[in-house]
């Protein structure tokens, strides 16, 4: 189910953008120098393109991608308040010939990472009749890591009030500095409106009441730092489904426990959540406790079923909260990385897709 193709891999790709995990410096742990072969292999696992991310989000073009339209848009031609995190969004149309879902599926990257790197999932949803946007936004700093360290250690509303300047632009938080139009859901709306300007008759305008997103009919997504966004936006607004990869990690090293606005009261319904992660990501267990993630996901998010592992086959006993084993014996990077490879289309299609 999982293979990559790595001699014709590497051959197409002259150069590949990796973006390294990094751990806080009061939790950090050197990675073995034999594991970042192997970590190499699973993230060029995540290369889909002739050209590499790096050339892709310097010069960023839009064309065909199979039966797929990609559209690559950098954030400063939506709005002109946006002058950094310029990495091109990844748009796509729902594929032609195909039944239009008639919803907006938005997904984001993890710290440091941007929608190109994140392509294989991104297309998937275009092929099963969503509109997809993999939104670039600011995450150049682990969440965690900005928490857990000088005055934010002692900060209880660290990682609330993060996340929600990030996603929302309210100026709430000293750690950061995120406007209303530089956040993702500025940048959201601003690139929506785009759309429907520049690609009338691609059904975006359905996406808008008026000025603001029309939420009902967005799924949001995202991986690592990006999967707690998707979580948070989950609690603030009623989404029509949230997908959480590789998260939520979110964890107080001075107070060792969760941040509180990982249990709060939520607008989207838990039974919309969804989520998946590597059985033995010590990246997003970031307490040390390997169940962290997947007992938040439960008490925290009320997300219901059992843990069940992908490996029992569609449709995963009907759960919420899965697992996968693949990816096994390679190195910490990897495992983090691994429900973004390209050969979880099924399960994908399970969680974010249906």
């Known amino acids: 189910m999982f ?7 590497v051959r197409l790709v002259r150069s590949i953008f990796v973006f390294v995990i990094l751990f806080s410096f009061v939790f950090s742990c050197k990675k073995k120098a034999d ?12 290369g889909l393109y002739v050209r590499s991310c790096v050339g892709q989000n310097t010069f960023p ?16 031609l939506t709005s002109s308040a946006i002058t950094s995190y310029n990495q091109p969004h990844h748009v796509y149309p729902p594929q032609s010939g195909v039944s239009r879902k008639n919803i907006l599926s938005v997904f984001y990257p ?10 294989a999932i991104l297309q998937q949803g275009a092929s099963r009749g969503y509109h997809i ?24 509303g660290c990682f609330e009030n993060l996340r929600r300047e990030v996603v929302t632009g309210a100026d709430v938080s000293p750690y950061v500095s995120v406007d209303v139009a530089n956040s993702i859901e500025g940048r959201l709306l601003s690139l929506i409106q785009y759309l429907v300007q520049t690609r009338p008759g691609e059904g975006w305008d359905q996406f808008l009441s008026g000025n603001v997103v029309n939420w009902s009919l967005v799924y949001v997504g995202g991986h690592s730092q990006g999967s707690g966004h998707a979580a948070f936006h989950g609690k603030i607004r009623t989404l029509g489904r949230v997908s959480i990869y590789s ?72 759960s919420h909260r899965l697992v996968t084993s693949a990816c096994n014996g390679m190195g910490t990077a990897a495992l983090h990385s691994c429900p973004m490879i390209n050969g979880f289309q099924s399960i994908w299609n399970y969680i974010s897709y249906p």
């Open 110 to 119: 993890g710290t440091g990472s941007t929608p190109c790197e994140i392509g």
């Open 247 to 318: 998260g939520v990690s979110d964890y107080s090293l001075q107070f060792a426990t969760l941040p509180s606005w990982m249990g709060a009261a939520q607008n989207t319904p838990a039974a919309s959540y969804y989520g998946l992660i590597h059985e033995n990501d010590t990246v997003a267990n970031f307490s040390g406790d390997t169940n962290q993630v997947t007992d938040a996901w439960s008490s925290q998010f009320s997300m219901t079923g059992t843990l069940t592992n992908t490996s029992v086959g569609s449709p995963f006993g009907n």
């Open 35 to 46: 594991d970042t072969g192997e970590d190499l292999v699973t993230i060029l696992g995540l």
């Open 133 to 156: 946007i993999g939104l670039s936004y600011p995450n150049g700093e682990a969440v965690n890591s900005l928490c857990n360290q000088g005055a934010a250690r002692s900060d209880v």
């Open 3 to 9: 293979s990559f193709d790595l001699v014709r891999l």
């Open 61 to 76: 073009a839009s064309g065909s991608v199979g039966a797929l339209t990609r559209l690559q848009i950098q954030p400063s």
